[in-house]
């Protein structure tokens, strides 16, 4: 997707789309030139890429810099984003932050880490991109 250019953040990757309890489209996404920062936009009722209000269809930058691979669910009423640092496909172990919010553009705040063991080694070797809901769960 580094050709497209009504994001807010320009040269973008590990792009994923989910979609609210109203059918509003929202785009999480990896800003690279924005130093790997983590952002979502509402989309237009087509599915387009910026709303129509421009900026303030962005959450803005979530978390810390050097992340990527966003994935974002809403559980219990709440919508969560959950990203990595920077890691290259995770070659090596990662940790995994979680941030949740009242609404799909925030505020989020830090809530979990996953993938770090009871002394704070970091164990997982995955990155959170394809998270799904599991049945029964809500």
């Known amino acids: 997707m580094s050709n497209v250019d009504t994001l807010r953040y320009q040269d973008n990757s590990d792009e994923n789309l989910f979609v ?3 059918g509003t489209g929202n785009l ?3 800003a690279i030139a924005s130093d790997h920062a983590i ?3 509402r989309l237009t009722p087509d599915f387009d890429f910026l709303g129509a209000d421009g900026e303030s269809s962005s959450s803005g930058p979530i978390g810390v810099p050097n992340t990527e691979a966003p994935a974002a669910f ?4 709440i919508f969560n984003v959950a990203f990595d ?3 290259c496909c995770c070659g090596s172990v990662s940790e995994v932050t979680v941030h949740s919010a009242p609404s799909p553009l925030g505020p989020y705040a830090a809530v979990s880490t996953l993938g770090l063991d009871y002394s704070g080694n970091r164990t997982a070797t995955h990155q959170p991109l394809t998270l799904g809901p599991v049945p029964g769960h809500g």
């Open 20 to 22: 609210d309890d109203a």
């Open 28 to 30: 999480v996404y990896t």
């Open 39 to 41: 952002s979502i936009e």
């Open 74 to 77: 809403k559980q219990g009423g």
């Open 85 to 87: 640092f920077c890691c």
